[in-house]
């Protein structure tokens, strides 16, 4: 489960971007604060960051920064849950989530009624998960409802969904990041996702 | 108007105040906000603590302020001494005298004529530094720097001979940025895309990518051209 690490010279060479930029970004809270790993290396500290969400973190950046102003940008990437909302008809659809997963959790909902994002949210994740068939149809349901009840106590926290199954009986549990986690023997971890990345994955197909 | 919805806060002489959420705030003389205070505008002048955290658009202080918690300022202008225990966060802030920080800094653009002990790091769009006293921070992160130091009295030239300890220098563990232009600075690495070490200086590492000028009288340990 350990996440691979990007030095930030690695970082800034890969991307052709300079100190400046970066520290910019930062104060504008386009990179959250968490990201910034300390670690001492023989040359003395050196600051990492998770490699695969910095990399895409700063892709979206550059594709963006053209068009919207860095302010406009930060409200677009902040983990802070939007106020988009949609009818179920609308959301079947865009596709956004697949009409198996509607019809499933969603079928005593009339075509009319009107999500909130954390609904649409939590759609979404277990429609992700079915999509890469790492889970069944039961322990969706079982899924839907951890979420249900526990993630709006993160509140505007990052946290990261871990999927884990042993001997065949599964679990889920949501966890404030960042954080380091060792399971016994016979532990499967079946799925490990970052929220933070998923809301930011369903606000780009919303928007 | 929004503005003549909240109360105005003044205190003029020995008073304590409870914070809050005001208006237009000013404090003559010895003044004290127990909790957090939201202001509008911020203008102290004397002997000033806020028991909690400070955020207003525009702080004008004179003398000497103490905040317990955050800052968060827009435009700001400090002459005299500023101690903050959070950290520190702001648009444009100018400081005449010593600030003092514990936590961290981000500001768009600060001008510094005097000390600092910043405790965190700094982050800090655009920096200006006049020395005149010294200068300690964790590691500075910015677009571009610029430290220069006022004409040493010779009084402070004696005692910088006597006790080094004391010598009018900015010292910190590293500086990144696009444009460094250093003076009288003592630190481990230095990693820019234009690098001047100026007079004065004492870098272990430098790591530039399309200039490095180094004055005679700095010290480098070694400078490093990387990227293409």
Known sequence: MERELISKKELLDEKGISYGQLYRWKRKQLIPEEW???????????????????????????????????????????????????????????????????????????????????????????????????????????????????????????????????????????????????????????????????????????? | MEYSEKPDLVINGVTTASGGDYGKVRIDGVGTVEGDIVAESFDANGMTKVRGSLATDDMDCDGMITIDGHVSAGKSLVDGLMKIKGS???????????????????????????????????????????????????EIGCESIQVRRKRRTPWAALITWVLPRYAIELHTSSIEGDDIDLEHTETEVVRGNRVMIGKGCRVDLVEYRTELKVHPSAKIGKGVKIGG
Do not use: W
């Open chain 1, 36 to 207: 910034f790993i300390r670690k001492s290396t023989f040359t003395g500290q050196e600051t990492f960051f998770p490699k695969d969400l910095i990399l895409a973190r700063i892709d979206k950046i550059m594709n963006m920064k053209d068009d919207l102003s860095l302010d406009e940008l930060a409200d677009k990437l902040s983990p802070l849950l939007p106020a988009y909302e949609m009818r179920k008809s609308d959301l079947e659809k865009r596709n956004i989530v697949s009409s198996i997963v509607l019809q499933r959790f969603a079928s005593e909902d009339a075509s009319e009624i009107v999500y909130t994002f954390d609904i649409l949210l939590y759609f979404y994740v277990v429609d992700k998960l079915l999509q890469a068939g790492e889970m069944s149809m039961e322990e969706g349901e079982h899924l839907l409802q951890t979420l249900r009840e526990h993630f709006p106590k993160f509140e505007t926290k990052p946290c990261d969904l871990v999927f884990i199954r042993k001997m065949g009986v599964s679990s889920f549990a949501l966890l404030s990041v960042p954080v380091e986690m060792y399971f016994e023997n016979g532990v499967k971890v079946v799925a490990r996702l970052s929220m933070t990345e998923c809301i930011e994955q369903l606000k780009g197909k919303l928007v």
């Open chain 2, 88 to 138: 520190l966060k702001a648009d444009r802030f100018t400081v005449n005298g010593m600030l003092k920080v514990k936590g961290d800094c981000e500001i768009e653009e600060l001008r510094m004529d005097g000390g600092f002990t910043i405790d965190g790091s700094m982050n800090v769009g655009r920096l200006y530094v006049m020395l005149n006293g010294q200068g300690r921070t964790r």
